[in-house]
């Protein structure tokens, strides 16, 4: 049963990013996804980082920038925009092929040879996900299909790194969070400022909204993300991000009345089997930080 625990509670990070297309359309201000990212990021980093009362010193001051870039200011802004300019699910199919990437970047990075299992379950999620998202369409959008490649390749590239570089000696999970999630944020406050303009005015239905997607939606989800990345493999992470587009189809069902037809409820079978089985095909692996081997037990957070 602890074998499960971790990728049990790593797993409700994408169900919780699932709930975001939801929140944002029935609660936040339209054609905002650039101040939406902003408010998801930055002020769930500078909570996390009261908590941590950890700042970085040394070489982590670059890394926590570079992981944060991957992991967020790029991620979000890229994400947004090919929500926006691509049809139906689409984004979410080209999303669904983050575990071949991550499984590409091991090799590459951290060299772990991929399995024909491993390669294979990623193509079956992938195939799945898009029996429960894709709807039929015209012409792609070349700027909008980029920008969720170049959005799945981000976060899978921080996937990645997170895993090799791991944390300093002393550093848990919380404060590597904080760090990104404050960097990814003040990488977007400017890029939001110049194309968005000033903040959009804000009732209690989208300060509500918002306080959602900073607390629960990203900075709880974020921590166990990491936290999941630190205990588990790269490619057994990622393989938890078809969850995301499939509790995004469960709530547009349950809160939206969004009909589900018989062909999605058979990929939402296929995916989640093939989520279970990147759970079942690979190992955990051994954690690799920059500070040499660590003590069994350690603390989130040490003082500043």
């Known amino acids: 049963m602890r074998r499960l625990a971790t990728p049990l509670l790593t797993a409700l990070a994408p169900i919780s990013w699932g709930t975001t297309y939801a ?72 999303g669904s092929v983050g575990p071949l990437f991550v499984v590409g970047l091991s090799a590459l990075v951290l060299g772990q040879r991929p399995t024909v299992r491993t390669l294979l379950t990623g193509v079956v999620a992938a195939f799945g996900v898009s029996l429960v998202v894709l709807k039929a369409a015209g012409a792609l959008d070349v700027l909008g ?15 990645v790194l997170t895993k090799k570089w791991g944390r300093p000696d002393g550093v848990g999970p ?88 018989p062909l999605q409820l058979a990929g939402m079978t296929v995916a989640f089997g093939a989520t279970v089985a990147g759970q079942l095909g690979a190992g955990g692996g051994r954690r690799v930080t920059s500070g040499g081997p660590r003590r069994a037990r350690q603390r989130d957070s040490v003082p500043v």
Do not use: C, H
Not at 25 to 49: C, I, K, N, W, Y
Not at 60 to 89: C, D, E, Q, T
Not at 149 to 157: E, P, V, Y
Not at 232 to 253: E, K, N
């Open 23 to 94: 929140v944002t359309t029935e609660f936040l201000p339209p054609d905002r996804p650039l101040f939406t990212g902003l408010m998801r990021a930055l002020p769930a980093g500078l909570v996390l980082l009261a908590l941590a009362r950890v700042l970085p010193r040394g070489v982590w001051w670059w890394k926590a920038a570079v992981l944060g870039a991957l992991n967020i200011g790029a991620f979000f802004p890229l994400l947004f925009l090919s929500a926006y300019r691509l049809p139906g699910g689409m984004a979410a199919v080209v």
């Open 145 to 159: 299909v980029a920008a969720a490649l170049a959005s799945t390749a981000s976060m899978s590239a921080g996937t």
């Open 174 to 261: 919380l404060a590597l969070t904080g760090w990104q999630l404050t960097a990814g944020g003040l990488l977007i406050a400017p890029v939001a400022l110049l194309v968005e303009g000033a903040p959009p005015a804000l009732d209690g239905r989208a300060v509500g909204g918002y306080l959602y997607l900073a607390l629960a939606n990203t900075a709880v989800a974020y921590w166990l993300w990491f936290r999941g990345i630190g205990r588990l493999s790269a490619t057994q992470v990622t393989f938890l991000g078809p969850l995301s587009p499939l509790t995004a189809a469960v709530v547009g069902w349950a809160a939206l009345g969004q009909a589900l037809t």
